[in-house]
């Protein structure tokens, strides 16, 4: 059995990761999702080796960067300018 590579973006770091499979997939796979163990964040994906698509990712636009799950984009806050004056 020979091992096949491919590549594909984790979803949430963002970055190009090799994933391993057993076999090369053939044209009738075009369904099959994998579960592979992402070297960039340490979790599991399902991933469909023959074209790199991550089950459930959403689409990275302008090479920004997915939140980590759970988490919400740090967000500053203006200082309240009633409290700076008295």
Do not use: W
Request: glycine share 10%; proline share 8%.
């Amino acid at each position: 059995m020979t091992n096949y590579t491919f590549l594909y973006r984790c979803p949430i770091t963002g970055h190009k990761v090799q994933g391993i499979v057993g076999d090369k997939p053939t044209p009738d796979d075009a369904g099959i999702y994998e579960t592979v163990t992402c070297t960039a964040c340490a979790r599991v994906h399902l991933i469909n080796p023959s074209n790199g698509h991550v089950a459930g990712a959403i689409a990275i636009d302008m090479g920004q960067r997915a939140a980590p799950a759970g988490t919400r984009p740090h967000r500053v806050r203006e200082p309240d300018q009633t409290a700076l004056t008295a």
